[in-house]
């Protein structure tokens, strides 16, 4: 089963170059290490996991490849429409626009990845508008669609998000997300303050989404049932280190890393 | 304290300076918020201190002013503002909009054509078209630099999916010269069409929150709608009960306390004149014999 995974992943490779090709990323606040020295390559309709402890660089990583922060070291190259573009470099204008187009970013807290005070419809059609939709009717028509996708009722779209719970948010955050069709998804631990059922019927939800369109994502968390089901891959980081890599079956069925091996039996023992 | 101890426009001439050069920048960017340092005026703030601060940088001994408060001359705001600037500078004022070189507005555009010769100035409560939906300044500031407008359309869809419709009906946001995105104080979206193309400049400004902007003439002003929701400039849909005119703003008035309501020309320079030139409405007395 592994070897099958790596002549696919292999053949991967050679039919694409890499959405996401990330060299020496390296973020300190102060004299303290954020991430130091990340490097990977993410290829279209991979997703990949980054798990570790609480204070492991994880959240930082994740910030400095989606251009919230701006790393001290190292180059996220990523393929544009236009070519292969380092975002570390870019304008900030370029880079918002990537922001709004191309990526979407899922935040642990929907209240920060969702306007509370605008309806569930609104936060879906925000991106569609941002991007010059300008006919009522054809943004209501996506909106109800994409509510459908993530099992909210048609007729919950004036609400606002504040009436529903904490799932439903989370799931209105993803619809407001992809709606744009972005090629590349950041989500940082996106079924994190969730009650455990709500959280495995989100991880379903979520599976479904990465495999119909095909997206290609990059997924923080500290949950090892959550990579086993969403990621291809996945990096293991300790201490801003990323400390093993490699396809998720190998990693977990075989980690090769102490920590990993820590991490693992860990799960297990639960 | 004699009325001759003011400086003319009541501003001393640094502060008028500074304020001109401000001015001086929005023409240059249209639509764009220029931060100033707005000065105590005395009046409280809500009473148009800085379109009064605009006006006294603007003004000549020569202007003849007019200042209208929803469209009209003899309201306490309208009345108070042009005493003011008569002590101040002791310019000449007016109620014709035709004869004024300068105009201050809380509410309004005069329904008679402006002309090159005029400027009209703004009192502005509230500068920023974003504010209600990102109240954060660094952001919205962020927005306008970056073009990032697509919130204005998120709070007309809100509108809709609301009210049916596009509800808001002042202070309708409209796009200056295909750029920034601007409030034009909360004038009736009826007036939004007179800011495009319009041959006077005009002026904005916020004494509060301490921001001037500007529209030169001509500048090309488009109110934002949906495709399938354009924007439509209304009004109530009556005639004027005393001029009987089809065409301009109107107020509706209580006459009585058995619900008798009246529909008038909210410029009341616009009304009178068309009152004094044989025009009459619904309920005008009737004619002498
Ligand atoms: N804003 C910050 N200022 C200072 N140190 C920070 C800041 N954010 C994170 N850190 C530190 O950087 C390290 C990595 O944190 P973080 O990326 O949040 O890890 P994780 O998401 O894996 O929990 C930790 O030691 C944390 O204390
Ligand atoms: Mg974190």
Sequence with gaps: ?270 | MSETAYNFGYLDEQTKRMIRRAILKGLAVPGYQVPFASREMPMPYGWGTGGVQVTAACLTPEDRLKVIDQGADDTTNAVSIRSFFQRTAGVAVTGATRDATLIQTRHRIPEAALTEDQILVYQVPIPEPLRFIEPRETETRKMHSLQEYGLMHVKLYEDIARHGQIATSYAYPVAVEGRYVMDPSPIPKFDNPKLNDCPAIQLFGAGREQRIYALPPYSKVVSLDFDDHPFVASKADHACDLCGSGVSYLDEVIVDDQGGRMFVCSDTDYCGARVAAGQRGRLSPPEAA
């Design chain 1, 1 to 270: 089963m592994p070897a099958e995974q790596m002549d696919i992943f292999a053949s991967k490779k050679a039919l694409a170059a890499p959405l996401l090709s990330v060299q020496g990323l390296t973020k300190r606040y102060g004299a303290r290490i954020g991430c130091a020295d990340v490097s990977f390559d993410l290829y279209p309709g991979e997703v990949m996991g980054i798990v570790g402890e609480s204070g492991s660089g994880k959240s930082t990583l994740l910030s400095c490849l989606a251009g919230h922060m701006a790393p001290d070291a190292g180059s996220v190259v990523f393929q544009t429409a236009a070519g292969p573009r380092d975002t570390v470099r870019m304008s900030e204008p370029e880079r918002r626009m990537l922001a709004r187009t191309d990526w979407a970013f899922v935040h642990q807290n929907p209240r920060d990845g969702l306007r509370m005070g605008v309806s569930a419809g609104g936060n879906v059609g925000e991106r569609l508008m941002a991007v010059g939709a300008r006919h009522y009717g054809g943004i209501r028509e996506k909106a109800t669609d994409w509510l459908g996708r993530v099992e909210i009722a048609a007729d919950r779209i004036d609400d606002r998000p504040s009436q529903f719970s904490g799932g439903m948010q989370q799931r209105l955050q993803i619809a407001r997300n992809l709606v744009t069709g972005p090629r590349l998804v950041f989500m940082d631990e996106p079924t994190g303050g969730l009650d455990v059922s709500v959280q495995a019927r989100l991880l379903d939800l979520l599976r479904g989404l990465v495999r119909q369109m095909g997206l290609s994502a990059i997924i923080v968390t500290h949950d090892l049932a959550v990579v086993r089901l969403l990621a291809d891959r996945l990096m293991v980081m300790k201490g801003g280190q990323v400390v093993e890599q490699g396809l998720t079956d190998q990693v977990l069925d075989d980690p090769q890393h102490g920590y990993t091996q820590l991490l693992v039996s860990s799960v297990l023992q639960v």
